[in-house]
């Protein structure tokens, strides 16, 4: 039923779109918004979708914001962040030569992001000898039941840190000194079965048994620096790769040698994010020419992926903005060079929400904070659950900040306490 245009409600709705439009063109986005659906819209399928107006079913929070402790003229830039596999820890690594531990809890408590409360700061802190570009938990369970953080850095070596005792169980270097840009672990589905997997400058990927991190090793080359890997989540032996070269392929790891099971073509510029999302065969990739993707293949061998769609509107030219899907929800993070964290719904080309990540007195301004969104991570849950959802970005300017996510009444009304500004 369609409400009276003089009503209050229809007079709320158009300061929110007013609000929508002016935080859109902050953001360097000038598409103009379409008026807001209606509340109660059919379910439509992927082709219907693609052509449908965005609309934002979710309800996001700034639950907590965690200020640098750089001193002045040093920099603290943030360039990966990833919450362990049960939710409950938080790993950082950077510019700054320093694994950083929260408690996802501590972040997540009422007045966290009160401005008479204390600023949170991290549990545990591990100092590490180069810049990291990538930190990564290791799945726990079978015969690794203490938490371990693995992590690449400038220096081209892989370390994995025993994070109770807080030193170095092992590390790797096995990519000429050239610098490891990811690393991933694959889901432990037995004792048997611990891979691990890193990307790195020397254009290849290498998967190897992270409980004998010397041993020999399997290896994918690429046609340019391999800047990210990603292992199936569902437990599929699949590794997803993306490189410098514009190019992002998939590879069975059990016969890494007989080339990619689907290739991904049609990114302008390097391909600096790939990960995964439901259902199976189908993963998202971010590049430097402003656009995340979604790609599909069928179940043939050595296939041709199709492109589903493409989503613009933040920026990325320069810098690694982070990108993680939330997959049980069906939603795409990232960061921005105009210092925004943007999330996209698989089903439309343009961002649902966008997040000014830094105010300076009481006003968005990149060029006054002089800094980008750099690295982004969900907290997955489980399948269906979206109740806990928890999104993580980091900027460069060494600045952390989580939100709490949870989708809105089925009917399109909320309890009104949050910022209509920040929704899209």
């Known amino acids: 039923m369609s409400s009276n245009p003089s009503s209050p409600a229809s007079s709320s709705s158009a300061t929110v779109q007013q609000q929508q439009e002016e935080l859109l063109v902050a953001a360097g986005i000038t598409t103009t918004l379409p008026p807001p659906p209606a509340a109660a819209a059919?379910?439509?399928?992927?082709?219907?979708?693609?052509?449908?107006?965005?609309r934002c079913e979710w309800e996001f929070r700034l639950a907590a914001t965690v200020p640098s402790t750089a001193l002045p003229g040093a920099s603290d830039a943030i360039g990966s962040v990833d919450l362990d596999p049960t939710g409950r820890l938080l790993a950082t690594g950077g510019i700054a030569r320093r694994i950083r531990l929260y408690d996802v809890a501590s972040l997540l408590l009422p007045d966290a992001n009160s401005d008479s409360a204390p600023a949170p700061g991290p549990a545990a802190c591990i100092c590490v000898p180069a810049k990291l570009s990538s930190v990564r938990w290791r799945p726990s369970g079978g015969a690794t039941?203490?938490?371990?953080?693995?992590?690449?850095?400038?220096?081209?070596?892989?370390?994995?840190?025993?994070?109770?005792?807080?030193?170095?169980?092992?590390?790797?270097?096995?990519h000429s000194g050239r610098r490891v840009w990811s690393l991933d672990y694959a889901p432990i589905a037995g004792a048997s079965s611990m891979m691990a997997a890193s990307g790195s400058?020397?254009?290849?990927?290498?998967?190897?048994?992270?409980?004998?991190?010397?041993?020999?090793?399997?290896?994918?080359?690429?046609?340019?620096?391999?800047?990210c890997v990603e292992f199936d989540p569902s437990g599929a032996p699949q590794l997803a790769v993306g490189s410098a070269d514009r190019r992002a392929a998939v590879y069975d790891v059990r016969a890494l040698g007989r080339g990619a099971v689907a290739r991904m073509e049609g990114h302008g510029r390097a391909v600096t994010y790939v990960r995964w999302a439901a259902p199976e065969r189908r993963v998202v990739t971010s590049a430097a020419d402003g656009t995340h993707r979604l790609w599909e293949w069928p179940a043939a061998e050595a296939a041709e992926a199709r492109e589903v769609r493409s989503y613009s509107g933040h920026a990325s030219a320069r810098s690694f903005v982070g990108m993680g899907?939330?997959?049980?929800?069906?939603?795409?993070?990232s960061g921005s060079e105009s210092n925004h964290v943007f999330?996209?719904?698989?089903?439309?080309?343009?961002?649902?929400?966008?997040?000014?990540?830094?105010l300076v007195d009481g006003a968005h301004s990149p060029a006054a904070a002089g800094g980008f969104v750099s690295a982004v991570a969900w907290r997955q849950g489980t399948d269906g659950d979206h109740d806990g959802g928890a999104l993580v970005a980091g900027g460069s300017d060494g600045v952390l900040k989580m939100f709490?996510?949870?989708?809105?009444?089925?009917?399109?009304?909320?309890?009104?306490?949050?910022?209509?500004?920040?929704l899209l």
């Open 42 to 54: 059919d379910k439509q399928d992927e082709d219907e979708g693609e052509l449908s107006p965005p």
């Open 145 to 174: 039941p203490s938490p371990a953080v693995g992590c690449g850095d400038y220096d081209g070596v892989v370390t994995e840190y025993d994070v109770e005792r807080g030193v170095a169980a092992w590390e790797r270097d096995e």
């Open 201 to 227: 400058d020397d254009r290849t990927a290498h998967v190897w048994d992270p409980r004998s991190p010397s041993a020999g090793w399997a290896t994918a080359r690429a046609g340019g620096a391999v800047l």
């Open 325 to 333: 899907v939330w997959r049980a929800a069906g939603l795409v993070a």
């Open 343 to 358: 999330v996209y719904d698989l089903r439309w080309a343009k961002p649902i929400w966008v997040h000014p990540f830094q």
């Open 404 to 422: 709490t996510c949870h989708r809105r009444n089925p009917l399109g009304t909320d309890d009104g306490d949050d910022d209509a500004s920040l």
